[in-house]
């Protein structure tokens, strides 16, 4: 006999499947494997000792603060702990429940389906700006295509142009001189077919520049305003293109002056799903959702925003985790712009194990080699 203590970040279910189990087995052990741990907030004491007591009853648990059995407090944060398939026993059990637990379910309800995504992408960046943060990923003219074409050789999907820096503390600049800084790409990879290779996108929020991509090749636009602009949206619904929303708080100029927030992760969600609503009406179907590392954040808010992308997933769109070289690091461990890249591995396959399924990075090689590791020792 052997015995083996298996990862608890190793897949499940093509595991399960090695080992011979049939195909409802493997649905009913994958529910038992998957486990969630659920911040829930202001929740009715009432609602805490009753939700309490069903998560006992079924094998869950629920932490609660000191004093909640007497109803210290009238509301309280609270901790589910659960497997998949406890979760969606102790939905049915909430659905009559007073004191919001019916409201609760429903949003309970969002997360029993979440998994890893099949196919992980890796977005190369070209910068046509002398203003972008890492040196290294600018490029011009030939110079451009080269890098596009050394991109694809060595495994990215897509290319995000883009010609104005929006690092903290930058100036934005004209359409007319956002323009001519990437028609000049923008030509090239068109008249080379490069979009036949790998999807382009462009990284930008000028409805000029992106009238002009899009007639030429490009089907994503990566707009750090998050569809603010009526016209974008307009521009891309007519385009059938693909939008990245991405979540900023401020402008670059003034994003890093001491951004606040009482939760990160409810206010990116809900700035989501306004957003969201908006593609909707203007016919935008496809969507991409990036949390926006480094857009006015903090350090811990960055880090919860890659611990908890798993959250994200919930809204049904894929998620895009842009961390290449970011200060972060730096506060993390301490370095600078050319060293680091083990820092960037590091939070992007972290994003990766929690639902990213699209990173974009400066270094695409070294993504490519490090995806295909991580998947073949997570199985």
């Known amino acids: 006999m052997i015995v083996e203590h298996l990862s608890t970040a190793m897949a499940l279910k093509p595991f399960l499947q090695s080992l011979g189990v049939d195909g409802g087995g493997v649905a009913i052990l994958k529910d038992k494997g998957e486990y969630h741990r659920i911040l829930i907030r202001d929740l009715p004491v009432g609602g ?36 998949t398939r406890q979760l969606k026993q102790l939905i049915d059990k909430e659905q009559k429940q007073p004191f919001g637990l019916s409201h609760l379910s429903h949003e309970l309800g969002r997360f029993t389906h979440l998994s890893l995504p099949k ?5 190369g960046i070209i910068n046509a700006n002398e203003d972008s943060f890492y040196p290294q990923s600018r490029f011009y003219g030939d110079a451009a295509m080269a890098k596009i074409e050394t991109m694809i050789q060595e495994g990215a999907t897509i290319i995000d142009i883009g010609g104005v820096s929006s690092r903290p503390g930058s100036v934005g600049v004209s359409d007319e001189e956002e323009l ?8 090239l990879v068109y008249h080379t077919k490069a979009y036949e290779k790998v999807r382009l996108s462009l990284d930008s929020y000028s409805p000029t520049v992106i009238a002009y991509a899009l007639e ?80 006015g954040k903090r350090l811990e808010d960055n880090v919860a925003l890659i611990r908890h992308q ?36 590091a939070i992007h396959l972290k994003a990766i194990e929690e639902g990213a399924s699209i990173v974009r990075v400066h270094d695409v090689k070294e993504h490519v080699q490090a995806i295909a590791v991580w998947k073949a020792l997570r199985g």
């Open 48 to 83: 805490a000792n009753i939700l309490k007591q069903d998560a006992l009853s079924i094998g869950a648990d629920l932490a609660v603060p000191k004093g909640t059995v007497i109803a210290a407090t009238p509301k309280v944060d609270v901790l589910l702990l659960a497997t």
């Open 119 to 123: 196919s992980v992408e890796v977005m």
């Open 180 to 187: 001519s800084r990437v028609k000049p790409i923008v030509d």
């Open 216 to 295: 030429r090749g490009f089907s994503i636009v990566n707009d750090i305003r998050g569809l603010t602009d009526d016209r974008v949206a307009s521009l891309c619904a007519a385009y059938h293109a693909t939008v990245v929303i991405m979540h900023a708080k401020g402008n670059p100029k003034t994003m890093q002056h001491n951004p606040k927030y009482e939760s990160v992760v409810h206010e990116v969600e809900q700035f989501f799903r306004e957003r969201l609503e908006k593609a909707d009406r203007f016919g935008i179907r496809d969507i991409i959702l990036d949390t926006g590392i480094g857009f």
């Open 310 to 345: 798993k959250h994200f997933s919930a809204l049904g769109k894929p998620l895009l985790v842009g961390a290449s070289r970011k200060s972060m690091i730096d506060h993390l461990s301490p370095s600078t712009t050319h060293d680091r890249l083990g820092g960037t591995l």
